[in-house]
């Protein structure tokens, strides 16, 4: 059962990267806020209050229901805590419905096994948790030792993919704890994944000797070729305090949509355009996405990172296809590319003609209008 669900998600990606190549007024991702209420208050963290109510249902329907008439790929739950809303299964068949990926981002606290179950029901795609550290802190409460049993069930009756983050950085103080999450996680069959503290603006803090020592042994553990935070230039730059050159497709491929209804270029730069999403358009989409962000080469907001490369895949095909080939050989000259690189190859890598014929199957085979 699992592995058919699993195969069905990677046509739905599928789908959704065509749909992203075909047109630059598409959202790519798009997180947004059920509840900015958190059961937890680790001291690191500017996106939560004690005391926020739920959005009303209606009101996140209606959201989720605009965000689809964009077609957005991705939509992420993120919060706050978004299992604090009550009908957070709702808003995720919701999404579902409309076409869209859909992931939620938890503390995991709350989880059980009929908590999980519900989300199979709702027909949850991905769960992001991260953990902090082994033991509980006044840092932070999101630990191994208390969310082990959480991930134990996880394994045992999630139909979605789970994907275990854990954190550097030098408000973090046993960075070594990062490793054996990560360990934990690929133990479990989880995506283990690494990310670096940011300040109240998004930006940089860079790492201190043994932070950094950690990163590495975490990336020596393996990621798949597309592993955008490990291998593909930023996440490193940002260990190493270097800065990136990139476009922030903020505002455009990427929307972040606050409790209030607004659109904002990501979590660390609310206010920036504060346009209601009920009022946003197309229009709105293709401005602010191009609009330069100054709080770029220093940003770590990898979910960004990631949507930037997608785009940049649609732009820049070649260049970015042979950037990740190359990059990944570099660290196995044995690695040999898998069947769905070699369709890659042809479809960007060979003559225009070539390109244009596979582009135009693709996008009939997955039903996508231009």
Known sequence: MRSLLKARRKWREARMFAAAMASPATPILAQIIPIRRCNLACTYC?????????VPTFEMLSRIDKLCEFR????????GEPT?????DQLIRRARDGGAIVTVITNGYLLTPARIKRLNAAGLDYLQISIDNVQPDDVSKKSLKVLDRKLQWLAQY????VTINSVLGNDIRQPEDAFQIATRARELGFTSTVGVLHDGLGQLKALNPAATSVYERIKNLGTGLFSFAHHDGFQSNIVHALPNQWHCPAGGRFLYICEDGLVHYCSQQRGHPAIPLADYTVEDILREGAKPKACAPFCTISCVHQTAMLDRFRTEP????NGIISRRQQRDPNWHPPASIRLLENMFLKDSRTRDLFGALALRLFRVKQ
């Open 46 to 54: 500017n996106e939560y209050d004690k005391n926020s109510l739920p």
């Open 72 to 79: 957005t790929g991705i939509i992420t739950f993120s919060g």
């Open 84 to 88: 604090l809303h009550p009908d957070l």
């Open 158 to 161: 999630a139909d979605f993919d």
């Open 318 to 321: 070649r260049e970015t296809l």
